[in-house]
Structure formats: structure tokens, C-alpha cells
Nanobody, 116 residues
Framework: QEQVVESGGGLVQPGGSLRLSCTTSLSSFNIYNLGWYRQAPGKQRELVAT???????NYADSVKGRFTISRDNPKIAVYLQMNSLKYEDTAVYYC??????????WGQGTQVTVSS
């Protein structure tokens, strides 16, 4: 069974930084897009950032200039560097992997809590 595993969440003060990591057992030949989504309590899951196999990144307006998505193709990993964190960034962050066959895989999520 294919796996997607996130790590790196935690508790951070406002203005602080965290780096999320995601790895997958899927073959790199099948993956065309990796992304991060988040879901806050009582809200729908929303896009945070995505990155294509070619390195083209897309960000939600709410995180532009603060978050950076990157990928390591040999390791089949994707990262989310989060700086200048705000209270409203508190959520469970999920990694998503899309394949060329339009299959979508999700990780189990990692909690990010921004609190003083």
C-alpha cells in the first residue's frame, strides 16, 4: 500500500518558524504534483501550496511571502518552510501526492499550533 507520511508539526509562538516534511513510497516516475493542505477546527480543508515535478510552485494568498514549498526529487520528498507564523495558521497540515493517472494520496496529517 502506498504511503504518504508527514512530520515536523508542533507548537510554536507567533512569529516563529516550522518546517514540515513529507515523504512517500510512491514511485517518482508516477508523481507529477505534491502539495500541502490544512484544515482548521470547524473549517474545510484548504490548499496551502503545491509544487509540480518541474518545480513550479503555487501558494494560497494567505501564506504568500511567509511559506516556501520545495521538493527533493531523488528522495521523493516535499517540504514546507513556514515563517512568521500567525495564530490563524493553526491547523492540521496534510501532504497530498498526485500521480499522472490522477490518483490522489493523502498523509495522516501533522498538527501545527501557533500559540503564545
Amino acid at each position: 500500500q502506498e504511503q504518504v507520511v508527514e512530520s515536523g508539526g508542533g507548537l510554536v509562538q507567533p512569529g516563529g518558524s516550522l518546517r514540515l516534511s513529507c515523504t512517500t513510497s510512491l514511485s517518482s516516475f508516477n508523481i507529477y504534483n505534491l502539495g500541502w493542505y490544512r484544515q482548521a477546527p470547524g473549517k474545510q480543508r484548504e490548499l496551502v501550496a503545491t509544487i509540480t515535478i518541474g518545480g513550479s510552485a503555487n501558494y494560497a494568498d494567505s501564506v504568500k511571502g511567509r511559506f516556501t514549498i520545495s521538493r527533493d526529487n531523488p528522495k521523493i520528498a516535499v517540504y514546507l518552510q513556514m515563517n512568521s507564523l500567525k495564530y490563524e495558521d493553526t491547523a492540521v497540515y496534510y501532504c497530498q501526492v498526485k500521480t499522472y493517472a490522477n490518483q490522489v494520496y493523502w498523509g495522516q496529517g501533522t498538527q501545527v499550533t501557533v500559540s503564545s
